[in-house]
């Protein structure tokens, strides 16, 4: 799936066509405008088991600057959230200053990136559940300006919401659930019912 294929999925559930991901029209202006950000809070939704990334940190990425933490490590370009410390979601650490501080020496990272690879054909490397969660974010954010008074809104929020929710479910059953932090909670507070005007505070809050 390419970033044309996650675009036409986001106009489709508002009834909206895209003839080219090149044409400067109003909407690819908005997609365009909302996609970072999209991508951002997406990539934040949950530990994707299948984004996560291992890094060993060792002295070659060892920072000469000191803080309360022993140790001050380079991260690696494509960092975007912290997953787990040496083999655990309890060891302490911190992200300031563009490193990664903890009192672990020559630790093992786990993380999500801050982006989605694609390859040589430009076809995002990542589940398409996953990029699905993309498209519907960014309908959601892009209603509002190209439906307003349509069901899109609605729409785009239901879908975002069961897709998380069945991606997260095929995680759990997958994996040790006491060994999967938050595995057995849901995102929205512990409920299973759907608020459109919380959601809609929780996006605004996230991004702020």
Wanted: glycine share 4%; no cysteine; hydrophobic share 40%.
């Amino acid at each position: 799936m390419t970033k044309q294929n996650v675009y036409e999925m986001a106009l489709s559930v508002l009834d909206i066509n895209l003839v080219s991901v090149e044409e400067e029209s109003k909407e690819k202006k908005l997609l365009d405008l909302f996609y970072p950000k999209v991508l951002q809070f997406v990539l934040k939704a949950w530990d994707f088991l299948f984004l996560i990334k291992k890094e060993d940190l060792d002295e070659t990425s060892l920072s000469d600057e000191t803080w309360k933490y022993l140790y001050g490590y380079t991260l690696p370009a494509d960092f975007g959230h912290m997953v787990q410390i040496g083999g655990s979601r309890s060891n302490a650490f911190s992200v300031r200053f563009n490193l990664l501080w903890t009192n672990l020496k020559n630790p093992t990272i786990e993380y999500i990136p801050n982006s989605i690879e694609v390859d040589v054909n430009g076809d995002f490397i990542a589940q398409e559940d996953f990029l699905s969660l993309i498209a519907y974010q960014l309908a959601l954010h892009i209603a509002p300006f190209l439906d307003p008074e349509g069901s899109g809104t609605n729409i785009a929020a239901q879908m975002y919401q069961l897709t998380l929710e069945s991606i997260r479910e095929n995680e759990v059953r997958s994996n040790n659930r006491e060994d999967n932090w938050g595995a057995d909670r849901y995102w929205f507070d512990g409920t299973t019912t759907f608020d459109l005007a919380e959601y809609r505070r929780l996006l605004f809050e996230e991004d702020s």
